[in-house]
């Protein structure tokens, strides 16, 4: 069995897909590293990634705790504007912590219908980590709304062969 070699600096072992853990700026990071690059290229792709996309938009306590600059964010992205990066740039807050694809613990914004109005990646919805970012969020893009919205926190998610599980297991 060959050893595949990365493909962007084609000098190191591109190794298996996985979570990978590294420091940038005082920043704790994980990110997903492809089967294709080397640890340390996807480390250096993320860190552009993060320059071109998002560090003008995200502020660093002193603690290395990151937080959104939502009004840079809704000034920016107004809508339709640089579709493209505004989808790096969430992928970015999902690295960092501050957005998560995960539902279960995590806010919601939501309108009567139900109709979801948080930020998408593709097609996925992405969950606001800390409330906190949520009100913002909310305020920054749905004050002036006619409708009427909400913010929830998520309790608890059933999977779908978790619940199929338990019929089963009642018969």
């Not at 069995?1 to 190794?15: D, F, H, I, P, V």
């Not at 807050?93 to 995960?102: A, D, T």
């Amino acid at each position: 069995m060959t050893k595949e070699l990365c493909y962007r600096c084609k000098k190191n072992q591109a190794g298996k897909y996985q979570d990978l853990s590294f420091v940038y700026l005082g920043l704790t990071l994980m990110i997903f590293k492809d089967g294709m690059t080397c640890a340390d290229c996807a480390k250096a792709s993320w860190i552009e990634e993060f320059e071109e996309n998002a560090k003008e938009f995200i502020i660093i306590s002193k603690g290395g705790k990151p937080r959104v600059n939502w009004p840079h964010y809704g000034e920016f992205f107004a809508e339709g504007r640089f579709p493209n990066q505004k989808e790096k740039f969430h992928h970015i807050l999902i690295s960092l912590g501050i957005l998560s694809l995960k539902p279960e613990g995590n806010w919601e914004i939501v309108a009567d219908g139900p109709i979801g109005l948080n930020p998408k990646a593709y097609l996925s919805y992405l969950y606001f980590i800390n409330k906190e970012d949520a009100i913002a969020f909310a305020r920054l893009r749905f004050a002036n709304t006619l409708y009427r919205w909400e913010i929830h926190q998520i309790g608890e998610v059933l999977k779908r062969d978790d619940v199929l599980k338990k019929a089963v297991k009642k018969k």
